[in-house]
């Protein structure tokens, strides 16, 4: 794997590694998350968009490699999505090396992404939505940073 962009972020090093083909993120030297399946990110907004019979507002906690929010604007009842992402290097990847994985989705007008730290953004925002899928970790036991096992 060569290293594509190694950054400061708001909670350590960030590393987007790559092969030309697939694509990972490496945080603090943990891996977080990569482009080869995503099938997991996909069914968790695929599942609840597809219990609702209306247009639904969708947050999405962490942009990752886009899998989750390329999926919800696929679904024909996602009324707006609002991605919610702490690591400016992330946002900015998908301008670039990682826009084919969310299919340029930062670019449709239903998306807003929001640079914040998902807890902190959650307790001050008054915004309600139909759905919620937070993704931004590694699950409850393996955190990539102390402050995401509140969540």
Do not use: K, Q
């Not at 999926?71 to 992402?85: C, K």
């Not at 994985?101 to 640079?115: I, M, N, T, W, Y």
Request: aromatic share 6%; net charge negative.
């Amino acid at each position: 794997m060569e290293v594509y962009e190694r950054r400061a972020g708001e909670n350590g090093e960030l590393v987007l590694r790559g092969n030309g083909r697939h694509f990972e993120i490496i945080s603090n030297g943990v891996f977080l998350m990569d482009t080869r399946a995503g099938e997991s990110e996909r069914l968790l907004v695929r599942a609840p968009l597809h219990r609702l019979a209306r247009p639904a507002d969708v947050l999405v906690g962490g942009l990752g490699v886009g899998f989750t929010l390329a999926e919800a604007l696929r679904h024909t009842g996602a009324r707006s999505v609002t991605v919610i992402e702490r690591e400016p290097a992330v946002i900015g990847w998908h301008e670039t090396h990682l826009r084919p994985f969310s299919g340029g989705a930062l670019s449709d007008p239903r998306v807003r992404v929001e640079h914040a730290d998902l807890a902190a953004w959650l307790r001050a925002s008054t915004a309600a939505f139909d759905v919620m899928c937070l993704d931004i970790d590694n699950g409850p036991d393996w955190t990539v940073t102390e402050g995401n096992a509140a969540l």
